[in-house]
């Protein structure tokens, strides 16, 4: 029986279809691979640290591209360029503070940021080297602020601004876990699995609520006639 067994197993690895299956499955995957990293862009997030009092923040020195988009951070966890340890006699800095309205997040590229343009505009017309440093997250409220402040304190601004939203002016810290779907930690293992667990769940969401939309819609028409 148990050679039996060895010799079909044998032949199944020997088969020509399991070779052509094999090869089809390695293939598609490797397609997949190069179409969700290079042309998707995804497969390289942002990632995000927790802090035991700021509750959490950008990792420091990101350099990627992501749906095509560059996004940076420099070694305070800004989105922002580098940032020189000592203040130059011909510098001007300005320090914003806010949430996901001033970090854009991946979707807004790093030459598009408000604080990007300003520092640029602002640079020509004082005739000065400006800094405009993005220190921001998503969903950071008044106590994160706080707490970066205390941490990493103001840089020797020369302006501090705070951009606060509605929806985020009461958020304070609650240093719960962070979720690895919406602030991952580590890059995920291939940019096509990043899609089938992030993305592909929320397309069949949204694929569900057109459908039952376009059914309401279609009834209310019927309805009217």
Sequence with gaps: MLSRLKFIVRSIFKSKYFISII???ILSFAIGEILARYYLGLGTPPLSVADPTIEYLYQSNQNLYRFGHHFITNQYGM??????????SNEFRIMVFGDSVVNGGAPTDQSELATTLVQEKLSKKINKNVFVGNISAGSWGPGNWLEYAKKYGFFNADIVILILSSHDYNDNPTYAPLDPITQPTKQPI????????????????????RMRLIRTIQYQVIQVR
């Design 23 to 25: 090869s089809f499955t």
């Design 79 to 88: 989105r922002s360029p580098p940032l020189a340890t000592v203040k130059g």
């Design 190 to 209: 291939s940019a096509l699995m990043e899609g089938i667990q992030v993305y592909l769940p929320r397309l069949v969401i949204f694929l569900i609520y």
